[in-house]
């Protein structure tokens, strides 16, 4: 079964401090991974999209990796920042076929 | 250049009553897709228009749901009878390219209408 699972489900950190989220997915055969960004009441915006042969890529203070042997990834931010409170989805794509959503990570960054 | 626009925002309903939704997508943009959220779970998919033509519907929950667009610009989500289950969020997308293929398209998703069944 197709399934994205994200660690934490929720994560409180300090302004400034920098965090990682977690990204673990049984999605087959793999097309593209996603990071979205989604604040309270508005749609998810993209922030990253992965296709197999990359491991990494960067958005301003966001980070993405991608282990596909492990099929993992993570999502860094450097840096926070008060706007950076949202829930962060990670979503895959299978080859010929739409998206599965993971539940999200709900971020709140605290002055 | 404007975004992906939804209207209603916001729509109560009482059960057995039929509401439509409506998406603008992004212009150009040939792909549009709908999602909904309820309460608590994650986003899941429920169809995938490219231009005019129904190119993915299997996440589309029973055939209380239609979806029509016509002319390949704007789409319509059509829930009759409404049931108290379809409360959630519903949310479009659009985007250019197909999502696979290796072409890395972004897709823009509007702010959702918040349908509530009573």
């Known amino acids: 079964k197709n399934q994205v699972e994200q660690s934490p489900q929720s994560l409180i950190i300090l302004e400034g401090k920098n965090c990682t989220l977690q990204?673990?997915?049984?999605?087959?055969?793999?097309?593209?991974l996603r990071w979205y960004k989604q604040d309270t009441g508005r749609g998810p915006v993209s922030l990253t999209i992965?296709?197999?042969?990359?491991n990494t890529k960067s958005n301003g203070r966001y980070t993405a990796t991608l282990d596909a042997d492990t099929k993992q990834s993570s999502l860094h931010i450097t840096a926070s920042q008060l706007s950076d409170s949202a829930s962060y989805i990670c979503v895959v794509s299978a080859r010929g076929q739409n998206f599965v959503f993971g539940p999200g990570t709900r971020l709140s960054v605290l002055p | 250049e404007a975004g992906v626009t939804q209207f209603p925002s916001h729509s109560v309903i009482e059960k057995g009553q039929t509401v439509t939704l409506r998406c603008d997508p992004i212009s150009g943009h040939d792909n549009l897709y709908w999602y909904r959220r309820v309460m608590g779970k994650e986003i899941k998919f429920l169809l995938h228009f490219v231009k005019e033509s129904k190119q993915d519907e299997s996440g589309m929950p029973n055939n209380r749901f239609l979806a029509e667009r016509t002319g390949g610009t704007y789409s319509t989500l059509k829930v009759q009878p409404a049931e108290l289950e379809d409360s959630g969020v519903y949310f479009c997308a659009s985007s250019q390219d197909l999502p696979w293929g290796g072409a890395q398209e972004t897709q823009y998703f509007g702010p959702g209408t918040r349908l509530l069944v009573l």
């Open positions: 990204c673990n997915y049984t999605v087959s055969p793999f097309s593209n």
């Open positions: 992965m296709t197999f042969s990359e």
